[in-house]
Antibody, heavy 125, light 107 residues
Framework: EVQLVESGGGLVKPGGSLRLSCAAS????????MSWVRQTPGKGLEWVGR??????????DYPAPVKGRFTISRDDSKNTLYLQMNSLKTEDTAVYYC????????????????WGQGTRVTVSS | EIVMTQSPATLSVSPGERATLSCRAS??????LGWYQQKPGQAPRLFIY???TRATGIPARFSGSGSGTEFTLTISSLQSEDFAVYYC?????????FGQGTKVEIK
C-alpha cells in the first residue's frame, strides 16, 4: 500500500522559511516522479512543483507563483521528498500535499496517482 | 494557462439516483483529463484518468466521458460514500490545472 506522510507545516511570518518533508513507502520511491500540490479555499488545488527521478535527470519544475522561492529535493536513500519554502507570502497559506506523480504519454503535464494526508502551512504576522 | 470550469458548483442528489457532473476546458485538452474525489478532511483521490479510464479500485458506477473541451463524470446510482467534492484536472498543457470542484450533497 502506498503511503505518503507529510510533516513540517506550521505558522510562519511573512518573509520566513519552512521546510516540508514527505516520507514515502509502499512503492519504489527512486523510480517515481514526485510533486507537491497545495489547496486553499480561495484558489483551490494548485501544483507547486515536481521533481523527476535521478535517472531521469532529477529535473525540477515550478509554476510562476513559487519559482525562485520554493525548491523541491529528494533523498532516495531515505525515501523522502522535501519542499523548501523561502520568502513566504500570506498567499502561500494552504494545505500542502505530497503526491506520487505520473508522466502520461502524449501529455505535457502530469497526473497525481497518490496523495498524502497534507500538512497545513499558515503565513501570518 | 488553461482554465477548467466545473458545473454545477453544488449538486443535490438522493441516494440511488444518477449524478452528472460537467467540466469544461478553455481550450482543447484532448483526452488528458482526470477526475478526483475529495471527502472532508481527506486528500483528493484519483478516480478517472484519460477522461474515461477508472483508476484501480474505483467502482463501475463511476464513468467518465468527453474529449476536447467538454467532459462529464457520471455516477449511475449514488451510494452514501459517494457524497463528496469532485475535481477535474487537465494534464494536456503546462501547467496542469484543476477545476474549482462540484460538491455532491445528499438531497
Amino acid at each position: 500500500e502506498v503511503q505518503l506522510v507529510e510533516s513540517g507545516g506550521g505558522l510562519v511570518k511573512p518573509g520566513g522559511s519552512l521546510r516540508l518533508s514527505c516520507a514515502a513507502s509502499g512503492f519504489t520511491f527512486s523510480n517515481a516522479w514526485m510533486s507537491w500540490v497545495r489547496q486553499t479555499p480561495g484558489k483551490g488545488l494548485e501544483w507547486v512543483g515536481r521533481i523527476k527521478t535521478k535517472t531521469g535527470g532529477g529535473t525540477t519544475d515550478y509554476p510562476a507563483p513559487v519559482k525562485g522561492r520554493f525548491t523541491i529535493s529528494r533523498d532516495d536513500s531515505k525515501n523522502t521528498l522535501y519542499l523548501q519554502m523561502n520568502s513566504l507570502k500570506t498567499e502561500d497559506t494552504a494545505v500542502y500535499y505530497c503526491t506520487r506523480t505520473r508522466e502520461v504519454s502524449g501529455a505535457i503535464s502530469m497526473l497525481y496517482d497518490d496523495w498524502g494526508q497534507g500538512t497545513r502551512v499558515t503565513v501570518s504576522s | 494557462e488553461i482554465v477548467m470550469t466545473q458545473s454545477p458548483a453544488t449538486l443535490s442528489v438522493s441516494p440511488g439516483e444518477r449524478a452528472t457532473l460537467s467540466c469544461r476546458a478553455s481550450q482543447s485538452v484532448s483526452s488528458n483529463l482526470g477526475w478526483y474525489q475529495q471527502k472532508p478532511g481527506q486528500a483528493p483521490r484519483l478516480f478517472i484518468y484519460g477522461a474515461s479510464t477508472r483508476a484501480t479500485g474505483i467502482p463501475a458506477r463511476f464513468s467518465g466521458s468527453g474529449s476536447g473541451t467538454e467532459f462529464t463524470l457520471t455516477i449511475s446510482s449514488l451510494q452514501s460514500e459517494d457524497f463528496a467534492v469532485y475535481y477535474c484536472q487537465q494534464y494536456n498543457n503546462w501547467p496542469g490545472t484543476f477545476g474549482q470542484g462540484t460538491k455532491v450533497e445528499i438531497k
